[in-house]
């Protein structure tokens, strides 16, 4: 792991994106409320299949709501509440009789800060996701799944001599990859990323762009970032959401030299947030 | 301050500075003095207490102490082993009663905090803290003891239990409280349900601060004189049967305090030393178990 990231090379300059990915995840006419305040307005947007897809806005602009309705974690909010469609695979996770739980297995989540179970080894950590589930897999399985899955968080050479050790004794930086390894640990089809870098140091932040930027194709990377310029460089496709509206969404390389609407260009080019 | 020059009313600043040192300096040297006294004050009645002990009870206090039953009035020698195995069977009924529900109470608190019923629980969860212990005896008489007829092991215990379950509520929300919310959010996205985030994620990661407030509860119930007097009686024989009368460590204090003869007295502070050395173990004990942050993997 000792490329630098590539600003991606999109191939086509054309506005409609690639035609053959297909849509993973399809938000429909979304609206979320906290109480009665509504975070985010009337969002339709689609998430490609095997693609890295940024949100990026000011503070407050809805984009961490909208990635929390993706895997149903803004009802666990006190008075929180979505309305609308989104689609997983074409199911609405939404629908009637829809366990939330199913969901959230499916669908991967790292937040901002690591959050390692500070009770857990680094191993009982990374099989804490797919552990003591109805179908709890044998012993051996989980040391080869907690293997597979701390790999391709490109930790494992790091951890593999103290997987018995406490969690919390990994840098801030290795406990996000960490996280990262857990969410990817049950297979899931999406993986949303919450600020994941907002607490780490620059080498660390690299290193988990770096990982990102590696996971597309073998999963859905939806990634809210404040960082515009870490959304250049990992994302395939790049949304704007400004006051719990989305703005737009392009290709991030057009939105970031021809953006179509005016509060984007106006937000680029750091004229406010 | 790099100018050049001191304005006038910096420089009047300076002097006032320069009045006034010295009377912040002395009044800083006595406060800070006041503290150390109080500081040693404060820990001075447990140094007398141990000293008064070691010296009346130490002399009484030999193997017999731990292994023989009391002797009658005028016989020398005899101890207290009826009541040490009383006082760790009746704690134990109390632990067994009181743990669970304090835990289950205190886990519901944390994680409901804003709905009314947990704040009436909290508030008569205070009440029940700050009810006399004789109180408490006297209830459990009522409840236990009359409608049965006699005197029982197991009323003290519940009575001792019932007294465990608000400071163990207490220290159970506290330390609940304590856990990220950030974990809880964690063990939700990963797909656990409701239930299995609290046992396993937040009770579990709690733990240590609860093992500590639960082991602080038994210390102070081991104590408890009161509550026992209307219920578990006493008892000079040996008896581990709950629902016969049973020996304590503060009962057979009191009752051999109270006595007329010098044997016994010296009995009584030999069991309140020992009384007091179990309240120190347990305390020592849960000072380790809150040092030890890492609990390992549960395979």
Not at chain 1, 1 to 23: E, G, H, I, N, Q
Not at chain 1, 237 to 262: C, K, Y
């Amino acid at each position: 792991m000792t490329t630098t990231v590539m600003p991606p090379a999109l191939p086509s300059t054309s506005t409609t994106p690639d035609a053959s990915p297909r849509v993973r995840v399809a938000v429909r006419a979304l609206d979320a409320y906290y109480g009665a305040t509504r975070s985010v307005r009337d969002v339709t947007l689609d998430f490609m299949d095997g693609q890295v897809t940024a949100i990026i806005g000011p503070s407050g602009c809805g984009k961490s709501t909208l990635l929390r309705c993706l895997n149903r974690m803004h009802e666990t909010v006190p008075g929180a509440r979505a309305e609308g469609e989104v689609e997983l695979d074409g199911t609405d996770i939404y629908g009637r009789g829809v366990n939330p739980i199913e969901v959230r297995r499916r669908i991967g989540m790292v937040f901002q800060r690591p959050t390692p179970f500070p009770t857990m080894s680094i191993r009982d950590n990374v099989a804490a996701g797919f552990r003591g589930m109805p179908d709890a897999p044998s012993r051996r399985e989980v040391d080869v799944r907690v293997e597979s899955s701390l790999r391709r968080a490109g930790l494992w050479d790091e951890v593999k001599d103290r997987l018995r050790d406490a969690a919390t004794g990994l840098s801030g930086g290795q406990q996000q990859r960490l996280c990262i390894a857990r969410a990817l640990a049950t297979n899931p089809r999406v993986l949303l990323l919450d600020e994941p870098t907002a607490s780490l140091d620059p080498l660390s932040t690299q290193k988990v762009e770096e990982l990102v930027y590696e996971l597309r194709g073998t999963v859905t990377v939806i990634i809210v970032t404040h960082n515009m310029q870490q959304a250049a460089r990992v994302s395939d496709r790049t949304a704007f959401m400004l006051m719990g509206d989305l703005v737009e969404v392009s290709p991030t390389s057009q939105l970031f030299t021809a953006p179509r609407d005016e509060r984007t260009e106006a937000y680029i080019t750091g004229r406010f947030g | 301050m790099n100018a050049p020059r001191t304005t006038g009313s910096q420089r009047a600043a300076i002097e006032r500075t320069g009045r006034t040192l010295g009377r912040r300096r002395l009044t800083n040297s006595i406060m800070l003095g006041v503290m150390y006294v109080a500081a040693g004050l404060a820990t001075l009645p447990l140094v007398f207490i141990l000293v008064h002990l070691v010296r009346e009870g130490a002399s009484a206090l030999d193997a017999n102490f731990f292994t023989k039953m009391p002797r009658p009035v005028g016989e020398a020698g005899g101890g207290m082993a009826n009541a040490i195995a009383g006082t760790l069977v009746l704690v134990g009924t109390a632990a067994a009663i009181g743990l669970p529900l304090g835990i289950g109470a205190g886990l519901y608190l944390a994680e409901q905090g804003s709905r009314r019923l947990a704040s009436t629980v909290r508030f008569l969860s205070d009440i029940l803290n700050g009810l006399p212990s004789i109180v408490m005896g006297i209830f459990a008489w009522q409840v236990l003891v009359r409608p049965v007829g006699h005197f029982s092991a197991l009323a003290g215990g519940i009575a001792l239990g019932v007294m465990m379950i608000p400071l163990v509520t207490r220290t159970t929300e506290e330390m609940i409280r304590l856990v990220p919310a950030s974990l809880r959010e964690a063990a939700l996205a990963l797909g656990y349900a409701r239930w299995r985030t609290s046992l396993s994620i937040v009770l579990r990661t709690a733990m240590p601060g609860i093992v500590t407030g639960a082991l602080v509860a038994v210390a102070r119930i081991a104590g408890e004189t009161a509550p026992l007097i209307f219920t578990a009686f006493g008892n000079q024989f040996w008896s581990l049967s709950l629902d016969q009368p049973m020996s304590a460590l503060p009962l057979q204090i009191y009752a051999y305090a109270t006595s007329p003869f010098e044997e016994w007295h010296r009995l009584a502070w030999a069991g309140a030393l020992v009384l007091l050395a179990l309240v120190l173990i347990i305390s020592l004990v849960a000072r380790f178990v809150t040092r030890s942050r890492f609990g390992g993997g549960h395979d």
